[in-house]
């Protein structure tokens, strides 16, 4: 167990809706990543949050959006969603103060989203 | 920009045979950190080492090794004596401090028992 905790493990949607996926970091972790995986594009970053503020961007679409709140914990917004959004999203966490060398990342199980 | 090659696509080998998982890596950052991150069957992405650009020491645990050289650009990891349970898809990652880690495509290792 990784520490690192997303909901909802599975989700189905159809095409044209919105949804929320939500992660909670590790205890003490300040950085959240989000992770998109299709077996087209592999692992591709999404985006990072670091104590609240995000902190780098990557090929997140624009119909996406992600925030950190201040209890830390993450959620990744997906909407007008097509098909090719079909994907395992990962949320990670890393950096913990108390471990300032500490530079790993620790996914959370994942979020399985099949849009129909 | 960041590069991570994992050339082996699928490896299969049978159980207790050795098997070694090839990576390259591509950056102009002087000091970054490599990783290996195992995702069994059941899909999540487990940590198994970090390696700093300036430690080039290998790694020894249990059944696995890690082979850091920073003259050919590669970070290789070696199962040893392969066990079924090692049948998983291998991630390779680089990172420079605190930032998002770029992914090889993976190598699907399958132990036949």
């Known amino acids: 167990d990784s520490g690192v905790t997303q909901t909802p493990k599975h989700l189905i949607t159809a095409t044209g809706q919105r949804v929320t996926l939500r992660c909670s970091p590790r205890s003490g972790d300040l950085s959240v990543y989000w992770y998109q995986q299709s077996l087209d594009q592999g692992l591709q970053f999404l985006i990072q949050?670091?104590?609240?503020?995000?902190?780098a961007k990557g090929n997140i679409l624009e119909r996406f959006s992600a925030q950190q709140f201040p209890d830390l914990h993450s959620e990744l917004n997906l909407s007008s969603l097509e098909l090719g959004d079909s994907a395992l999203y990962f949320c990670?966490?890393?950096?913990?103060?108390?471990?300032?060398?500490?530079?790993?990342?620790?996914f959370g199980p994942g979020t399985r989203l099949t849009v129909t | 920009a960041q590069k991570v090659t994992q050339a082996q696509t699928e490896i299969s080998v049978v159980e207790k045979e050795d098997v070694t998982l090839d990576c390259v890596y591509e950056?102009?950052?002087?000091?970054?950190?490599l990783f290996w991150y195992k995702q069994p069957p059941s899909g999540e992405l487990v940590f198994l080492i970090r390696?700093?650009?300036?430690?080039?020491q290998n790694e020894i645990s249990g059944r696995y090794s890690w082979n850091f050289q920073k003259s050919t650009s590669s970070f290789n990891f070696t199962i040893t004596a392969s066990q079924v349970v090692d049948s998983a898809v291998y991630f390779c990652a680089l990172s420079t401090k605190a930032q998002k880690l770029v992914f090889g495509q993976g190598t699907r290792l399958t132990i036949n028992p």
């Open positions: 950056t102009r950052d002087t000091t970054y950190y």
């Open positions: 949050y670091y104590n609240g503020e995000e902190r």
């Open positions: 390696r700093n650009s300036f430690d080039e």
């Open positions: 990670a966490s890393s950096f913990n103060p108390d471990r300032p060398n500490s530079y790993e990342q620790y």
